[in-house]
């Protein structure tokens, strides 16, 4: 199973995960949000995927969450709107995003990882 690891490199969680998924040697290829952004297409796709509420795409401890406001414009806008905001900024998204086939997994929770990267 080869991964696709969405991540920013500076960022602590993203390090603890990518030291994760080496210490289970498991194979990814790592792409960093901020020189790499997620296209609006792949956001809607994975979004589809994970089963998770769109919410949980936004990175709401991030500075440009907090300078934009989003907590209180987010639940007014539109799916297609979100999407299109996302894909304007990767600071803006979540991290890490591991997607492999049918499974996408957003932010690093080891347990979730565990569970869902078993080989």
């Given at each position: 199973m080869?991964?696709?690891?969405?991540?920013?490199?500076?960022?602590?969680?993203?390090?603890?995960?990518?030291q994760w998924l080496e210490g289970k040697g498991i194979a990814y290829n790592s792409r960093s949000i901020k020189e790499e952004n997620p296209s609006k297409e792949e956001l809607k796709e994975w979004h589809e995927k994970s089963g998770l509420d769109i919410k949980r795409f936004f990175n709401t401890s991030g500075i440009l969450y907090k300078e934009m406001q989003l907590k209180d414009k987010l639940p007014g806008m539109a799916m297609e709107e979100k999407y299109e905001l996302l894909a304007t900024d990767g600071m803006?998204?979540?991290?890490?995003?591991?997607?492999?086939?049918?499974?996408v997994l957003v932010g690093f929770k080891e347990g979730e990882w565990e569970e869902k990267l078993k080989n």
């Open positions: 080869k991964i696709l690891f969405v991540e920013y490199p500076k960022c602590s969680t993203c390090k603890k995960a990518r803006l998204v979540k991290r890490p995003i591991a997607v492999s086939g049918d499974l």
